[in-house]
C-alpha cells in the first residue's frame, strides 16, 4: 500500500492522512491494483478478491497500531472504500475468480469405511 502511495505522488505516511482523503485514496487502490507475473513476459492479472480483503485488513490493523482513530470496516468516512470493495470482490467473482473449483470434497461414510478396511486410517 506503501508503495503505491508514493507511486501515485503522495509523501505523507498513511496514517497522517485524514480519513475523507484516505477514503479516496485506497477506492483508488482498490479499483486499480493488479498483480505483475514477470516470467520472462510481463502479464498483468486480477488479484483474487481474498487478497484485497486481507491487504485492507493489514491496513487497518497497521492504522490501529498507529493510533489512527476511524475504523476503515465500520466508520462512515470509509463507506466509499467499503463500497468499492464489495463492488470489486462481485465483479472478480463474475470473472470466477475467488471461486473454489479446485476445492476436495469431503469423504463420504462409505470412503471412510474403506479407508478404514484397507488400514489407510485408524490404528496400525
Do not use: H
Request: hydrophobic fraction near 30%; charged fraction near 40%; proline fraction near 2%.
Amino acid at each position: 500500500m506503501r508503495e503505491w502511495l508514493v507511486e501515485d505522488g503522495e509523501q505523507r505516511e498513511i496514517e497522517e492522512i485524514q480519513p475523507k482523503e484516505l477514503d479516496v485514496l485506497l477506492s483508488r487502490f482498490l479499483l486499480g491494483t493488479k498483480k505483475i507475473n514477470n516470467c520472462g513476459e510481463k502479464i498483468i492479472k486480477e488479484f483474487e478478491p481474498s487478497t484485497f480483503r486481507g491487504i485492507l485488513g493489514s491496513v487497518k490493523r497497521y492504522l490501529s497500531e498507529t493510533g489512527y482513530e476511524r475504523d476503515i470496516f465500520s466508520d462512515r468516512d470509509f463507506k466509499l472504500t467499503r463500497d468499492t470493495l464489495k463492488g470489486k470482490c462481485i465483479n472478480l467473482k463474475e470473472k470466477g475468480l475467488g471461486i473454489k473449483e479446485n476445492r476436495a470434497d469431503p469423504f463420504t461414510n462409505d470412503e471412510i469405511r474403506m479407508f478404514y478396511d484397507k488400514k489407510l486410517l485408524g490404528n496400525a
